[in-house]
């Protein structure tokens, strides 16, 4: 682990957070991607610890950067390299034993995908014990669902804790209603319950017969911003140091006749017969899938090896990268096969995603901060969130876009954020006419309505 930074220091707005989160004992912190949120919350922790008002800490984190980012956090400011901290990790054995040396150190970092196991662990803990100091969750959104079982078991033991904070820089990803689950777990129910069905009553009706969407009420939108900003210090832009200009470029691609030909068989038939396979997709969700490989040049049958359909996406990411002339360059990319065909086309191309260690990741990561990767693969699902990627590179690829806008923000945010010394480029490849066009306007829309939402808080 690397020694403390000497000369660094928080800036104005983290010290202000850090004297927000230390006066309360439920609060958001929300934030722009690259804020440097954790240091803040650490701060606060760190200020409680000393004067003896708490003694541990529980921070819940999306699963790489709880292995990678956290511990690398409290080692790099010399104000916090004195907290003790470990991360639990590995085997449910070995996760076991730490967590009953909590006592014996300050922080405990553990991944949201053990969020389950953690609850169950603690269903036998004394109240009075460590453990249940404060609890810090970040990333909140990952909390979302209200049906989620990771936010129904935390939700469960969070009243458990004396003090819990929360920190996002995409509070509300879709709508409003993304905040009251998060809300739920950090407050423990005490600004609108516990119980979320009644609640969305209140505030939303259903669009259509099914509920499947929800709309505002009149007036709704606003009454939610007011009630969640009475727990949440939002960080204006104005006060994130300044960073290099961004630029997004979106490249259309026009594919064959005869790929749209068996694109729009699939739309309205829900199937498709393609090198003398026939693939049928069950519903229209599953056809809508279908439709994004189509249009990234392959399509899965049922077991066996897709069907090549076109090359058109990775002869574009070939021209890009040639033309990068060595440049580093971070590719994102949605399916397996996505992953397949890049490293087809570049050879062993290293990738951050679901199927990479921990021991891997964090390998990889330094070795690109370090220019020693000029390309690195990542799936936005699994290393969208709070990785340090800055140092390494500018450039980014995307395949095709995201249906997601949180995820979409939060991948650019690895490379434009503070310490970030270049001008950012982010290159987006869309077959014109397909979902592919679809995905990049609903998270074009969902990035403006969660804009909206932040600057709003910012006023009350």
Known sequence: MNAPFPHRVLRSYQQRAATYLYERDAAFLIAPLGAGKGAAALTAFAELVRDRH????????PKLVATTVWPAEIASWPHLAHLRAAVLDGSPESRRALLATAAAREVTVIGVDLVPWLVAELA????????????IVDETSRFKDPSGKRARALAKIAGRFQ???GLTGTPRPNSSRDLFMPAAIITNGALWGSAFTPWQKRHFRPRDPFGREWVALPGAEEQIAADFGTIAMPVADEDMPDLPPLNV?????????????TYWTMARELFATIAGRSIEAASPLIATGKLAQLANGFLYDKGAD??????????????????????????????IEDLRTIQRAFGEVPALGGLTSTREAAQLIAAWNAGKLPL????????????????????????????????????????FRPGQTRHVTIHVCVAAGTVDEMKRDRVINKMSAQEAFRRHLEQI
């Open 306 to 335: 897709p069907v090549f359909v076109h090359s058109l996406k990775i002869d574009w990411l070939r021209e890009l990268v040639e033309s990068l002339g060595g440049e580093p360059c971070l590719i994102a990319y949605e399916f």
């Open 376 to 415: 690195l693969a990542f799936h936005p699902a699994s290393a969208g969130h709070g990785l340090n990627l800055q140092h390494g590179g500018s450039r980014m690829a995307w395949l095709s876009p995201s249906w997601s806008a949180e995820l979409t923000e939060q991948a650019v945010a690895r490379i």
């Open 249 to 261: 470029v979106v490249t259309p691609l026009k594919l064959p006749d005869a790929v749209m030909a």
């Open 124 to 135: 036998s803990v004394a109240n009075d014990h460590p453990l249940f100091d404060v609890l």
């Open 54 to 61: 708490r003694r541990h800490g529980i921070v819940v984190a």
């Open 163 to 165: 003090t819990r904070w």
